[in-house]
């Protein structure tokens, strides 16, 4: 009874590391596509053929479930594997929506029409990936009505993060938030749309300061995935044991992942 979970690379490990703690008897194998990250200055279709290569690795694995804790493949891919890639009996759900839900006030499965909510003032701070696709706004305009929302492709933070380079990641969050803040010089609330970035959670409160609240997707996901797992207990897929895969190397991916999460995580090679 295994789960997959999948990222481009290290930031996915935020949700798997919420989702561990919320669920810690479910089996969960987790993919890192190191070897291909950034998925953020990719093209769509690379991005979509990158995802069900290693989804299928995951399904390969013993997961009929897999998340894709990554907001650049749940933007430009998730779609289009839903519509005419996955195959029967399997499932792949994407980090948008729950993260949605908290900033629209809705329980999971309201489909009541898009109304006024608390937060008008909205930056979304995503890859460029993620912010070309339009995916949060469309989303969003689902559930809710006059929200503003000014996003900003945070270019080269995943980069900075995935090479171990937390003073450059440091600096480019600044930057980040100096270039929003230039559009919505008040924004009431911003959303950490990619997954590596609650990694540098505390930088952008401290860049963005004490009166915006920041939404981050760790533990929505994984609050999301226990709901739907209590409905459908079958999905969880035949595989016993947890595991790290990696595309990239697994010594380097290991001491990173071992830095981020404070806790041995030994990846092998996928
Ligand atoms: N963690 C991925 C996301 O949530 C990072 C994307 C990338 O590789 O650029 O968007």
Redesign the pocket.
């Known amino acids: 009874m295994a789960v997959g979970i999948f990222?481009?690379?290290l930031?996915?490990l935020t949700v798997l590391d919420a989702v561990a703690k919320r669920l810690p008897d479910v089996p969960l194998v987790y993919m890192g596509d190191s070897a291909h990250?950034?998925?953020?200055?990719r093209t769509p279709d690379d991005i979509y053929n990158l995802t069900i290569s290693a989804t299928q690795r995951l399904f390969d694995e013993g997961c009929d479930l897999v998340i894709l804790a990554?907001?650049?493949a749940s933007a430009a891919a998730l779609r289009r594997m839903q519509e005419s890639w996955v195959p029967q009996g399997k499932r792949v759900l994407g980090v948008f929506v729950p993260m949605i839900e908290a900033l629209t006030e809705r329980q999971w499965g309201d489909n009541s029409p898009p109304r006024e909510v608390a937060a008008k003032h909205v930056a979304l701070f995503?890859?460029p990936?993620?912010v070309a696709s339009r995916a949060f706004q469309r989303e969003l305009a689902f559930r809710a009505v006059g929200v503003d929302v000014e996003a900003q492709a945070c270019g080269g933070v995943?980069d900075a993060i995935e090479d171990g380079d937390l003073i450059l990641a440091d600096a480019l969050v600044r930057s980040h938030v100096d270039a929003l803040m230039r559009k919505m010089p008040q924004p009431d609330a911003a959303i950490l749309g990619?997954?590596?970035y609650p990694l540098m959670e505390a930088e952008f409160q401290a860049a963005l300061g004490p009166d915006v609240k920041v939404f981050s997707q760790a533990n929505l996901v994984a609050e999301s995935l226990a709901d739907y797992l209590a409905r459908r207990p079958e999905m969880v897929g035949p595989g016993l044991e947890s595991a790290f895969l990696t595309t990239g190397d697994p010594d380097k991916v290991s001491a990173r992942a071992t830095q981020f999460l404070r806790r041995q995580i030994t990846f092998t090679a996928a």
């Open positions: 990222d481009s690379g930031g996915g990250a950034p998925y953020g200055v990554c907001n650049t995503a890859t990936a993620t995943v990619c997954t590596h």
